[in-house]
């Protein structure tokens, strides 16, 4: 199956700094990739659609000067946390689909665990 | 997009089949059903999808009544590597949709 891979797989970093995960589609090109926010013991909440060459559509109440995503090329989409603070701590999943599939099947980064201390 | 609703959580003996029933009473003409399996700390993986009757693959079964408001996740004999977090998403298979997650049900298998 398609592979999506994501990185760094965990970061702590210091409140009021700024954190890029990257997420990439390892074996095929998507315009379209998906980022998730899972906190503890909850389930996959989507923040934001990620458009290849276009601004992303945020989900309400989701602040996008807090979580910036750029979808520069047809493999890569990147979240940027800005000046994170500790409730930014939460995991990041990022998710997309290959234009050829016919079952619109989601394929899942492995995540990435964010620590704001 | 239509709102699933499944049990929080479900345990079970090793061996044992089990069968996780979803409910999705506003299911549209053009959505599907998906399920994925969830491992702690790792995202989300595609177990089966169907619109409706009967779906098997190599890990499950997917059973869909007529009326397409509901769904069974069917696991045969399942192992102490089963537990994990099952969640039921309904939605259009066209690529540029995303999903929306429930809650999904935290299936524990006990040895």
């Known amino acids: 199956g398609a592979v999506v891979s994501q990185h760094p797989s965990w970061v702590i970093c210091k409140s009021g700094t700024s954190v890029k995960i990257e997420c990439r589609s390892l074996?095929?090109?998507?315009?379209?990739m998906f980022w998730y926010r899972q906190f503890p013991k909850q389930s996959l909440m989507l923040m934001a659609t990620s458009n290849e060459g276009s601004k992303a559509t945020y989900e309400q109440g989701v602040e996008k000067d807090k979580f910036l995503i750029n979808h520069a090329s047809l493999t890569l989409s990147t979240l940027t946390v800005t000046s994170a603070h500790p409730e930014d701590s939460s995991f990041y999943i990022c998710?997309?689909?290959?234009?050829?599939?016919?079952?619109?099947?989601?394929?899942f980064g492995e995540g990435s665990r964010l620590t704001v201390l | 997009l239509a709102k699933t609703t499944q049990p929080i959580s479900m345990d079970s003996y090793e061996g044992q089949e089990v069968n996780i029933t979803c409910s999705h009473n506003n299911i549209a003409t053009n959505d599907y059903i998906t399920w994925y399996q969830q491992f702690p700390s790792q995202g989300p993986r595609f177990i089966i999808q169907g619109y409706k009757t009967k779906v098997t693959n190599e890990v499950a079964s997917l059973f869909i009544p007529a009326d397409r408001k509901s769904s069974t996740l069917s696991l045969p004999r399942v192992s102490l590597s089963d537990t994990a977090v099952y969640y039921c998403l309904v939605g259009d298979k066209r690529r540029n949709t995303p999903l929306v997650f429930g809650k999904g049900t935290r299936l524990s298998v006990i040895a």
């Open positions: 074996d095929f090109q998507a315009t379209t």
């Open positions: 998710s997309a689909t290959p234009g050829q599939s016919n079952t619109g099947e989601l394929f």
